[in-house]
């Protein structure tokens, strides 16, 4: 399939059952697979951090998250089936791979927080097989013994919540160590799961308004948001400029 690219990123034009196919599709094979869910806000971050840009483009599965990435995609003729959320993608394929046996590991959020995390996905799926736990305040010096755990879990699926890009540099970098078959950033995921953060609303969603919301519940967070209308504005002036030259 055909990748589009949103200055610089590829974005995998794919439906939230294609992109549960090819996570299922990762399963069967014994290598690393990086999954990474970029939105615009990831887009922008990206811009000023080459080290973050090489990295989205070396990843095996980048789902188009967020509103900004459709509306791109959109204005460059090239739109993409659906939005695919980085939270429901996680779900979704728990969902799926709960009564399978598949050894899941969560690695970020506070220490109550992935712990709830825990607790509240086993309430959810009684089958899930969570082989460990840790969360996401430790320091370099730590982190071997936390790959060490992971991989003696005998974890195949390893769900790292360390918020972007801090996420996918950590996996990105000990890619070499970790022998879990899927690794996925997922943001502030396990804060929702524990019940502590609140997702926006189904209508906000399907209006393409969840930073809406979120600037709503977390206002000292605009100036990290004040990304989004930079990159709505980047996406229309790159049109204009395209169209002048007859692109
Ligand atoms: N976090 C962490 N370690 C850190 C920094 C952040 O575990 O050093 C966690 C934080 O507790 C939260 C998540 O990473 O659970 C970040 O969530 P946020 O919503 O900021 O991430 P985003 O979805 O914007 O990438």
């Known amino acids: 399939m055909r990748k589009l690219d949103i200055f610089g990123v590829p974005i995998d034009p794919v439906t939230m059952t294609e992109a549960l196919e090819i996570l299922s599709g990762f399963l069967r094979e014994s290598k690393l697979h990086i999954v990474a869910t970029p939105n615009a806000e990831i887009v922008m971050m990206a811009q000023k951090d080459r080290e973050y840009m090489e990295i989205l483009n070396n990843t095996d599965l980048n789902v188009p998250d967020g509103s900004g990435i459709v509306f791109a995609s ?11 959320a980085g939270f429901d993608l996680m779900m979704e394929f728990i969902k799926n791979i709960s009564s399978k046996n598949v050894k899941i590991y969560l690695l970020g959020a506070k220490p109550e927080i ?5 607790i509240n996905l086993r309430k959810l799926y009684p089958a899930i097989k969570i082989v460990g736990t840790h969360d996401g305040y430790f320091t370099e010096n730590e982190e071997e013994k936390i790959i060490d755990e992971i991989n003696s879990s005998g974890a195949e699926v390893l769900f790292v919540a360390l918020g972007a890009p801090k996420q996918e540099k950590w996996i990105y970098k000990n890619r070499g160590k970790l022998k879990v078959k899927i690794a996925m950033g997922v943001g502030g995921s396990f804060d929702v799961i524990a019940g502590k953060a609140k997702r926006a609303p189904y209508l906000y969603r399907k209006l393409g308004l969840e930073w809406l ?3 709503i519940q977390e206002p000292w967070r605009y100036k990290r948001m004040m990304a989004l209308p930079k990159f709505a504005f980047k996406v229309l002036f790159y049109r204009k400029k395209a169209k002048k030259q007859g692109g």
Do not use: D, T
């Not at 992935?114 to 825990?118: I, L, N, S, T």
């Open 74 to 84: 959109k204005v460059f003729k090239k739109p993409l089936k659906e939005r695919v």
């Open 114 to 118: 992935v712990e709830q995390a825990r």
């Open 213 to 215: 919301y979120r600037l």
